[in-house]
Each structure stands twice: as C-alpha cells, then as structure tokens.
C-alpha cells in the first residue's frame, strides 16, 4: 500500500492548489469547462487517511479501507486483561441484539402509528377503484403504503390478503407489487443516514442503499410500459400457475349440517394496551406513537453504528471482510456473486424482513467490511428472500381465491427475478454500480442531497403524482409526460457531451449558457449552509476551495496538468 497521509498532513501541490483558490473566486460560471476537463476529483485533506492512495496521490474512496489494530494483541493481555475483554465483547454483542430488536420493535409501533394517521385517507382512496385503474396510481401508492408501514412484506402480504378477498384484482395489484419493491429502499437509506459524519464512511452506505433503489427503479421502468401494453408479469404468473397445479377434482355436493342449539358466544373483552381507557383519539395516540417510535429508530440506528465501528476492527474485521468478499478459484470465480444471491435469499426468508436484512448490510458497507461489488447481490436475494412472506400470506387464503393470492405472489418474484436477468446477469449491465457509485460521490460532497432524496423519492413526489393521479389519467399524462420527455433529453444531452460531442450542436456541446443554479448544485449547497446554523450539511472549508479551484478555468490554466 502507499504511504497515506497522517497527523492532517496535506501534499504541497494542494496547498500551493487551495492557495490560488481567492485569485480565482469571481469567475464561478464556468464549471463545465473543468468538468469536460474529466480532471479526478480533489482528496479532502481531512480524509485522506481513510482509503488506500493511489500513485498519482489520489484516493479511491470506493476501495475497502485498511484496517488497523489498534489494540494489544490477544497473548499481550494478562489474565485480567483477556477476562476484561470478554466481558467487553459480550456486553457488545448482547448490545448489538438489543439495538437490532428495539429497531425492528420501532418499525413495527411506526407502522401501526401511520395506520392510525392514514386509516381514512387509505379508505377514502381505495373507494370505488378510483385510482387503481391507473398503473402509476398502483406504482404510487405501493411505495407510500411501504414508506408508512416500513416493510416490504407487510405491504406484499396485505396486497395479497386484498386479492384473496377480491377487494383487489390481480391487474390492478402488478403496479402496487413494483412500488412495494421500490419503497422498501427507504430503510437501507435511513439507516445510512446515522453514518453522515465521516464522508468517505457515509459515501460508501449511502451509496449501498442508493443501489437497492436504482435497481428497483431501473427494473420498474422496465417492466411498468411492458405490462401495462402486454401484461408480461400477469401472462407468465397465470401460465406458471396452470402448470404447476392440475385441474381440481369435482367435489360431492355438500351436506345440511344438522340443526343444534347453542349457546351464545361470550363478549370479547377489549383488548389491553397503554392508552386503554384514555380520551384520546386515534389521530392524538398515532401522533404519539410516531414521535416515540422515530426516537426509538434513531437512538437504535446511531447505537448499532457505534457497536459496529468499535466491535468491526482488527483481526475480526479483517477476517470478516475476508469471508464476506471471498471469491471462488480461477475459472469458478463468477459463481461467487450468484452465491452472495443465494446467501441474501436465504437470510431474508430466515428473518422474514428485507429491512432487517438491509439495515444489517448498510453499516457493514459504510465501516468498511463489504464492498459495493458484493452488497450487490446480496440486495439483490434479499428481494427475492421477501417474496417468500407473500407465499405464505396467500396459502393462507380462502379456498376459492387461493390460486389468485398465489398468482400475486409469483408476481412479486418474477419481478425481482427479471430484474436480476437484466441488472446482473451480464456483468456490462450492471448499471445500478456505477450510478450509486455516482451517487455516494455526490452525496459525500453535498450532504444535504440525501435529506433531498429522501424526501423528493419517497415522499413529495410520490404524493405529487398520486394528486395527479386523482384529478385523471390525462392531467396525469398532460404534467407527467413534458418532464418526462425533459428528462430524458438532458440525459441524452449530457451523455452525448461526454463522449461524443461532435454530434450536438455548438451551443448544446456544454451547458455553460444556462444560469449556475440551472447546472450546478454550488448555489443551492451556499444556500443550504446559510440556512443550516449547524453547519453538518455543508462541507469543510479546505474541501469547499479545492472543489472551486478544480472547477475554475482560470487557476487551471495556470497550473501544470
């Protein structure tokens, strides 16, 4: 390994860089220029130590970090010391289960606090089927339903229990299967969130959460025009479905059953909890619940990140990072990720919960243990794990809507299923990497795009379509389809800006004619720092003027590239 810097020591070259930062500060417009330069990202001087250097003096700040002991070994303790250290581990351990119960506890009391707040608007709009005859409606509103209750299984298994007792039909639940896939991200990203305080700690889990959700996007976008034009996912439920099971056998008429006098059934006694003969209402105790459970949540959260950064270190570390990032033996080493699918599979159908599953990998990936290569597939089975609670929810159905409870589970699988074809069987498509990759990159520079994304992806958004979704499919596709159409230009755009841009005209070969706030985040990140009095949003100083140096055409030019 090269030498990494140490003691906060910073390289000359970046001094002499940051240094040239304030003869260059008025010319902020012209970010485009250094980008299309294609010139690497500048290393924080502050953390530079937390990932292997390159040779040009760069870190790669997606490589696994060293591990040091910093501790005595196990033969340098005495008696006292190797009892002490027991003692040490076990309570750690014992904390560590503690965290990850009370967690799930929280989970489950902020489930039931959002049924309380959202009991009346869920009934008022299921109602007559208004919005589910809108697959993007369906889309929507599998990821609110998951985003409240926190659970992709609890979401599937009530889409089930809806089917089975026909309150719902098989069509009309395909769109909610693949929200429910696309909200059950949010806990992996919630639980990145209590890393934000080293960047290179919180760019590696947040980027690990962002790639379960770009693959369920990516999957959605996919599959969403293919089964609302052919009904792919409902054709090849129903055709597996009619292979598996062979016709039933015509059963003998039923019998009278014999006329007997009973006696009343008992009265239920009401059931026993905390605000059990309180005047509250239902919209005050799920107030209450949701307050309590969100600082359960977070006070597990940053719990079960400190015992893992304190109990993840040294030979331990190094050993578990060396089984979880193994590989097979030359010419076998490409079945080790279908392994890793197979391992989150099996975990998932142990725990019965992805967001278990995904709030235990996310930490892992932020201290350095697993790399985003091989969270990867594990993400990925814990899809296919979650689909196993649907299964059992719909054997669980009525005789006469059995076959259509299990037809929305083997939905909800081979949605996952065709999403592994496309995502990863072909190592070059495997595009949810990279972006994430991209992603953690931004997010580690601007800290705030996290809070953004959270809100915008799981929240505003979705509430803003499914409002349009209500007002009728042609407001929904009169607002939807403009920045849709929009957004894929830009894409296209700045694809083409990179690698070929001699294909666009002159003026669209950069995006320097828009204003700064239109193509750069720069602004919007001094406006969050002047409202953030804290400052935990905005990154350090020393940070902020090498980015400003990197993206000023005039300090380029006077520097040697």
Not at 315 to 337: E, H, M
């Amino acid at each position: 390994m090269p030498n990494s810097l140490t003691g906060g020591q910073v390289p000359p070259r970046a001094l002499d860089t940051v240094g040239l930062v304030d003869q260059g500060l008025g010319n902020a417009g012209a970010q485009e220029t250094a980008r299309s330069l294609a010139l690497p990202d500048p290393t924080p001087a502050g953390t530079a130590g937390s990932a292997p250097t390159l040779e040009e003096g760069d870190t790669d700040p997606w490589a696994l970090p060293q591990l040091k002991d910093t501790g005595q070994s196990w033969k340098e303790l005495s008696v006292t010391g190797r009892a002490l250290q027991v003692v040490v581990g076990v309570l750690k351990a014992c904390g560590l289960l503690g965290g990850l119960y009370l967690f799930i506890c929280s989970l489950d009391i902020l489930s039931s606090a959002f049924q309380l707040l959202g009991s009346k608007v869920a009934g008022d709009a299921f109602k007559d089927n208004v919005v589910l005859s809108n697959p993007v409606a369906g889309l929507v509103l599998g990821v609110l339903v998951t985003v409240l209750v926190q659970s992709s299984s609890t979401s599937s298994s009530i889409v089930v229990s809806m089917v089975a007792s026909k309150l719902l039909t098989v069509r009309a639940s395909v769109p909610i299967i693949m929200g429910v896939n696309v909200g059950t991200s949010i806990t992996s990203t919630l639980v990145s969130m209590a890393q934000s305080g080293d960047r290179d700690v919180f760019r590696r889990a947040f980027g690990g959460s962002a790639v379960h959700g770009i693959f369920n996007w990516l999957t959605v976008l996919v599959l969403l025009p293919l089964e609302s034009a052919a009904a792919l996912l409902e054709r090849l439920s129903a055709l597996t479905l009619g292979v598996a099971s062979p016709a039933p056998a015509p059963r003998p008429a039923p019998r009278p059953p014999p006329l007997r006098c009973r006696s009343p059934a008992p009265a239920r006694s009401p059931g026993r909890h905390l605000f059990a003969g309180t005047v509250l209402t239902d919209l005050a105790v799920g107030f209450i619940l949701l307050a309590a459970s969100l600082l359960v949540l977070c006070a597990c959260l940053v719990l079960i990140v400190k015992l893992l950064n304190s109990v993840l270190r040294g030979r331990i570390a190094q050993a578990v990072r060396t089984v979880l990032n193994a590989d097979f033996p030359f010419p076998f080493s490409w079945l080790s990720g279908y392994l890793a699918i197979l391992v989150g599979a099996g975990l998932t159908f142990v725990l019965q919960s992805s967001s278990v599953f995904t709030a235990a990998i996310v930490p892992l990936m932020g201290v350095g243990v697993i790399s985003l290569d091989r969270a990867y597939p594990l993400l990925l089975g814990s899809n296919i794990g979650t689909t196993t609670t649907a299964l059992l929810a719909a054997l669980a159905s009525p005789a006469d809507t059995l076959l259509s409870g299990v037809q929305v589970a083997l939905i909800h699988f081979f949605f996952n299923l065709i999403g592994i074809l496309l995502w990863y069987v072909v190592p070059i498509l495997r595009l949810p990497i990279p972006l994430a990759k991209h992603f953690g990159d931004l997010t580690a520079r601007y800290r705030w795009v996290a809070i953004a994304y959270l809100l915008l992806g799981f929240l505003l958004l979705p509430l803003a379509a499914f409002g349009l979704s209500l007002a009728g499919g042609i407001v929904l596709a009169a607002v939807g389809g403009p920045l849709v159409v929009l957004i894929v230009l830009i894409v296209l755009v700045t694809v083409l800006q990179r690698h070929q841009p001699a294909w666009l005209p002159r003026r669209l070969r950069s995006w320097a004619w828009l204003p700064l706030w239109l193509r750069s985040l720069e602004p919007w990140d001094r406006l969050v720092s002047r409202c953030c009095p804290c400052q935990v949003c905005s990154p350090p100083q020393a940070v902020a003027k090498e980015a400003h140096c990197y993206e000023n055409p005039e300090v380029l030019a006077s520097q040697q590239l």
